[in-house]
DNA sequence: TTCATTTTTTATCATTTGTAAAATTTTTCA
DNA sequence: TGAAAAATTTTACAAATGATAAAAAATGAA
């Protein structure tokens, strides 16, 4: 997936300001296992993703906790370093060999104050991932782990088949023992 | 909580702008019972709660959980609508009797497009509304329901004054009885 | 291919949580 | 105030889930 059907996905910008914004956007690539943002600090950049597959987790005393996926076409971000230039909560670790498009926020925000197409670009940019976070929401407080496995083999079989199904269970808020207990049932 | 407060918390407004938003602000009151948005409805307005509490809370097949409160300086809105205009996943119910303004969703999307310090208004609003979900994902994915209840009797202990506890033990996703439980283990 | 490592599944037992029903407490309103 | 209704707690039992350990299967590197 390119940058130009990842921006347009968002809104639809005139000409002159997409070129704009893609001086601020760089292709980076990165290889399987690398972490690209750390909960530990407060990142400058965020990331759509061209090629490959990531997941936030985050450590919680002795064990660790995944909590999204990220495919192609989807952004990567802290969102309270992106809004609150603060820490965020996760860790990103690259599950595959990922090529990705950076975009420095210092040079976002900036474009939010010169243009209200950016500006109207980046309430857009928010409120599509604000629908996002709330189906997330939904689905982890309206489910049981053994529906939103089934969601997954429905609406995501290829995350399934990339992804190792102990991330997938703690996605899923279970052991990966039970997890295995639902795929047994279900065959 | 009046409104210029809560329209500042969000975004510091040129004060001809402020009026300009002003004028499609109207303040409205419903007595508690009141069901306010609707689930089967795609919503033309957001409100924003100058006094009273409110919940959301959604119906599956026998039951209903309820996913969200809402007090003083909050906003109450159908994301769906808001953002998709599509209907959403929640009624929303006033607990106590309620004092509100009323925000129509067609006038603000005009002003949108109109200033950009308005699209920018709008662009902090969503990212504001993001962070608040963000934290009710983690909150939800990370906290056991017993960290959660202690989480509430810390910061939000009137919350718990107001609100019947079969309310909160949905919140908490667990039983009634569950939370009795906790509760006695507490004191 | 083969061996070592990682991942997934299976089995057992302990713990947690839910369901249902009864008992108690609190609230509502005539 | 007092009776009825609503909300909360308690109890007993059943069902679901987790922890642990070990076996089986799949993956990857030499």
Redesign the pocket.
């Known amino acids: 997936m390119n940058i130009e059907q990842i921006l347009d996905k968002v809104y639809l910008l005139p000409g002159a300001l997409k070129l704009k914004l893609y001086q601020s956007i760089v292709k980076v690539s990165y290889p399987k296992g690398h972490i690209l943002l750390r909960a530990d600090k407060i990142e400058n950049s965020i990331y759509f993703i061209k090629k490959g597959i990531v997941r936030a987790y985050s450590k919680t005393g002795d064990n660790e906790i995944t909590f999204w996926f990220g495919k192609e076409g989807d952004t990567i971000l802290s969102m309270k370093s992106y809004v609150e230039n603060q820490k965020g909560y996760e860790d990103i670790e690259l599950l595959e060999d990922c090529e990705l498009y950076e975009l420095k926020i210092s040079n976002l925000q900036k474009l939010f104050y010169e243009d209200i197409h950016i500006a109207n670009w980046g309430r857009k940019f928010a409120e599509q991932e604000l629908i996002k976070t709330e189906e997330r929401l939904i689905s982890r407080q309206f489910r ?3 529906e939103r496995y089934k969601d997954l083999l429905k609406n995501n079989s290829n995350l399934i088949q990339r ?7 703690s996605y899923l ?12 049932e279900i065959k």
Do not use: K
């Open positions: 049981t782990a053994t992804v190792q199904l102990g991330y997938i269970a808020g279970i052991t990966q023992v039970s997890l295995s207990r639902i795929r047994a």
